[in-house]
């Protein structure tokens, strides 16, 4: 699976972005997607995920702001952000795998794709 992000950009506090990543492949229903970012000189942390139809889960920093979805015909997942935060500001990373069972965390997933900058002025 190859995955592409894209949508990030520049946007004043307040403000929205929407995030898209498109995957290769034909099975694309059959896999967890999740969002994860990483901020300078921070770890890359889990921002959502979505598996199934439509189950979701949202990292705290983000619940209420942040919307994932999924497009399978289109093979993209999307993340709606809303009410933007400077400290949202990161480069967003799509991740994609098989299971559906466990935790979502950077050591479980097993495609990543390049990452889009998001920065959040103040």
């Known amino acids: 699976v190859q995955l592409q992000a894209s949508g990030g950009g520049l946007v004043q506090a307040g403000g929205s972005l929407r995030l898209s990543c498109a995957a290769s492949?034909?099975?694309?229903?059959?896999?967890?997607m999740a969002w994860f970012r990483q901020a300078p000189g921070k770890e890359r942390e889990f921002v959502a995920n979505?598996?199934?139809?439509?189950?979701?889960n949202y990292a705290d920093s983000v619940k209420g702001r942040f919307t994932i979805s999924r497009d399978n015909s289109k093979n993209t997942v999307y993340l709606q952000m809303i009410y933007l935060k400077p400290e949202d500001t990161a480069v967003y990373f799509c991740?994609?795998?098989?299971?559906?069972?466990?935790?979502?965390?950077?050591?479980?997933?097993?495609?990543w794709g390049k990452g889009t900058q998001v920065t959040v002025s103040s």
């Open positions: 492949g034909r099975t694309f229903d059959h896999y967890l």
């Open positions: 979505i598996w199934g139809a439509d189950r979701t």
């Open positions: 991740a994609a795998r098989r299971s559906f069972i466990g935790p979502v965390g950077t050591d479980t997933m097993d495609y």
